[in-house]
Structure formats: C-alpha cells, structure tokens
C-alpha cells in the first residue's frame, strides 16, 4: 500500500462548479501536512498547508481528519486557471529526524469553459 | 521564488553509462532533495540531505547515489544507466523550519535512457 493515495481522475467540471479531492495517508505518526499544485510540464509549487483545525485561503479550503487518516481540499467557483494536479503531501519523521515529504501521485483537474 | 536550478535540464544517454545531476540553490537552505516523477506513480523520493555531507535514502534508491560537499550543491549519479531511469527529475530545497512543509523545487530535468 501506498504510503499516500489519491484517485488520479481527471476530474471534469464546468467554470463555476464546487470540485473536492480527497487523500488518505497510512502512517499515523505523519506530522504535517499540505496541498501543491502542478501545472503540465512544470514544477510542483505548494497551494497551501493544512492545519487540524482545517483553513481557508479564499476559494480553496483545506481540512484534515488524524482518525480517519485523510485530508482534502476543497476548490470552490472552478476558474480554468485552476486545471492542473493536486499533490498530496504529508510529513513524517525520517530516519534524521528530517521530516521526509511523500507525496501522492496526484489528482488531475479539468476545468471546463 | 528560491533560486533553485537543475543541469543538465534535458539529457538522452545509453544504457551502462555513468549519468549525473546537478541542482544549485542560492537560498542557504539546509535541506535538499531528488525526487523522480512517473505517470501513475507521481513524485518517488530518491534520497535526500540534511546538511553537507550528511545523506539518507529514499524510498526508490537503488541504483542512485548522491553527494553533498557544499550547502548549495546536490548532485545525482546513476553509476550505471538503465531504462528504467528514464525519468523526469526534480530537486528540492527547503529551510531548516521544523515547521514548513515548502519545498522549492527546479524546473525538472528530463533523462532519456535509450
């Protein structure tokens, strides 16, 4: 089992449509973790991090559940400039004490005129 | 953005050949990181430091070694090239705050393994 799991997609919504992706991870001692966002043939850039109380960061809201081992990000009024993959990331202690970030293979996103 | 770059950024070599790359930041950041990226797998962390000479591996390290002899720079070696290496690459960056989880990455750098 993957250490970090997405459902691939693609996602296909209409401009304007609520879309929400989900990601569940195996290891309960994962500390931290974020959302980043990977544009074709470009590097990945982080989106936002995800705090336990979950938070907001204008349309995109982002929640963890530590019981259930998910998070998700929810994209709220899709814009075609958010078509891109969602990466998945967590943060567990490596073996230095570094906090290795695995990330999920990601979650595709088409956003439809 | 964090001035992060990878060399070469495109290469294609033949199976058995010694390949290496090289990611430079500028940014002092303690830690840095090789990752590949596959279709269906997304991004597979290779090795990656926690200061100059100071290594550890990944979850897909075979075949790969690493060196870091100064803060700015990361190398990667495939001693021995396969096909199976053929792979976009990407190195990473990041401070040494327990409490960020932002990697800086580079542009990628596409290995062709003919």
């Known amino acids: 089992r993957k250490e970090v799991e997405q459902d691939p997609g693609p996602f296909n919504v209409p401009e304007g449509a609520t879309v929400a992706f989900n990601c569940t991870y195996s290891?309960?001692?994962?500390?931290?973790f974020f959302w980043y966002r990977q544009d074709c043939r470009k590097e990945p850039k982080l989106l936002m991090s995800?705090?336990?109380s979950g938070n907001e960061d204008g349309r995109f809201t982002a929640q963890l559940n530590r019981a259930s081992q998910y998070i998700s990000l929810l994209i709220r009024d899709s814009k075609l400039s958010d078509s891109a993959t969602y990466l998945c990331?967590?943060?567990?202690?490596?073996?230095?004490?570094?906090?290795?970030?695995?990330f999920g293979q990601g979650t595709t996103l088409q956003v439809k005129p | 953005d964090a001035g992060i770059t990878q060399s070469p950024r495109h290469k294609v070599t033949e199976t058995g050949t010694p390949v290496t790359l090289r990611c430079h930041q500028t940014?002092?950041?303690?830690?840095m990181y090789w990752y590949r990226q596959d279709p269906g797998h997304g991004l597979r962390l290779i090795h990656y430091?926690?200061?100059?000479?100071?290594?550890d591996k990944g979850e897909v390290s075979d075949g790969y070694s690493v060196s870091r002899s100064k803060t700015e720079d990361f190398l990667l070696t495939l001693e021995s090239a396969t096909s199976s290496q053929t792979s976009v690459y990407f190195c990473?960056?990041?401070?040494?705050?327990?409490?960020?989880?932002?990697?800086?990455f580079g542009e990628g750098s596409r290995l062709t393994v003919l």
């Open positions: 990473a960056s990041r401070t040494s705050d327990k409490n960020t989880g932002e990697l800086f």
């Open positions: 290891n309960s001692a994962s500390q931290s």
């Open positions: 995800v705090y336990s």
């Open positions: 990331v967590v943060r567990s202690r490596g073996s230095s004490n570094t906090g290795k970030l695995i």
């Open positions: 940014e002092n950041h303690r830690y």
């Open positions: 430091s926690y200061g100059v000479k100071d290594t």
